[in-house]
């Protein structure tokens, strides 16, 4: 996870497809082939089902509106505003190139939904699940409050549990992953288009400005929708699947001989390492800008602050932007920054921090 940490750090658009390749995806693939299984039949990643699939994409998008939006509207209401503004998730889509754009919203709906639901519901839930007749309610209730504590999102942290809860009972219901990936990649979906629909249309959607009554619309729209997918499900069963029988335990062990674990990470090891460096290549600038504004920090910015700060908040990101581009000198960015530091610092009445 600490690799993972860096790298989106470094780049946020590469560090999400980073983290749900070599992390999740490349550990849990691993991990099974060296214990003698093979991945995509043990997890129920195969065979692919596409009416579950959709059928998960339809439940994901209807608990979206009934349960996650009222949950997350909740938390925000209770949540200090520091640590709401501090695990603020739709800064992820800020500042960022259209190409990046594109990474980030690809890697939220499709690497995400697979990688983590191959991870968290295939390999961690499956591990601890004990065999029938024990009931696997504690096993999912665990897999789905771990799920949440790796998301590091305290004020999100009961809406993932929900989702949890939700993506591992697909996975008990059907035995196969493709429900939960298409319920996961629904919620993503929605959560990133809604915010970009609303930065679209220039609004800053926080808990101050959604009014109550909305919410509880949603959520009433929320729950009619799920009812009715519920209903449909008893009349055509046909939509979960074959049902939660999976392959047995001689189907997904592996036929041939032990693969030594040096052979098994290698090809994970070289394809991080060469896009690792690929980024660096491409977007030295843009890294170097980042540990830079690490180490120098600018004091935030209320919403009442007065204008012209942040009208200088603003230019200053137009610089970086042109910056990073190679269209402005870093020099310029780095002086304009540490001016803004103390200069802003001075307007909002804190003490002055030493360049």
């Known amino acids: 996870m600490t690799v993972g940490g860096f790298a989106q750090f470094i780049n946020p658009a590469f560090g999400i497809w980073f983290t749900e390749l070599f992390v999740f995806l490349a550990l849990g693939w691993v991990m099974l082939r060296y214990a003698g299984w093979r991945p995509a039949v ?30 997350q509207y909740a938390a925000q209401l209770i949540a200090p505003e520091w640590l709401t503004e501090m695990f603020d998730g739709s800064r992820l889509f800020e500042e960022q190139t259209t190409v990046e754009l594109v990474l980030i919203l690809t890697g939220v709906t499709v690497a995400a939904p697979l990688c983590e639901e191959f991870f968290f519901r295939g390999i ?13 309610t504690r096993t999912l209730v665990v897999s789905a409050v ?47 288009a809604l915010f970009l629909a609303a930065r679209a249309m220039g609004q800053d959607a926080t808990d101050e400005q959604t009014d109550p ?7 009433a729209l929320g729950w009619v929708g799920l009812m009715g ?27 041939g001989p032990p693969v030594p674990l040096v052979r098994l990470l290698l090809p994970w090891v070289v394809g991080a390492t060469v896009s690792l460096g690929v980024l660096g290549a491409v977007d030295a600038r843009g890294i170097s ?15 009442d602050a007065a204008p012209a700060l942040h009208a200088e908040r603003k230019a200053l990101n137009s610089l970086r932007a042109a910056a990073r581009r190679g ?4 020099e310029a960015y780095y002086e304009e920054r540490q001016r803004q530091i103390q200069a802003h610092r001075r307007a909002l009445g804190l003490p002055k921090k030493q360049p």
């Open 327 to 330: 269209e402005a000198p870093m």
């Open 146 to 192: 771990v799920f949440s504590a790796f998301h590091l999102d305290p004020v999100g942290f009961a809406a993932r549990v929900e989702l949890g809860l939700l993506f591992g009972w697909l996975y008990l219901r059907t035995g196969s992953l493709w429900p939960s990936i298409g319920a996961h990649a629904a919620n993503n979906f929605v959560s990133s």
């Open 229 to 255: 997918l519920m209903t449909a499900a008893r009349h055509f069963p046909s939509v979960w699947g074959p049902g939660a029988a999976q392959a047995s335990d001689q189907e997904a062990r592996e036929s």
């Open 42 to 71: 043990f997890t129920g990643l195969m065979p692919v089902r596409r009416l579950p699939l959709l059928f998960g994409f339809l439940l994901g998008v209807a608990n979206f509106f009934a349960l996650v939006v009222p949950i």
């Open 124 to 136: 961690f839930q499956k591990g601890l699940t004990p065999r029938p007749p024990a009931s696997p």
């Open 289 to 303: 800008l980042n540990f830079h504004d690490a180490e120098h920090p600018l004091p935030a910015l209320e919403k």
């Open 213 to 219: 009554r909305a919410v509880l619309a949603l959520a």
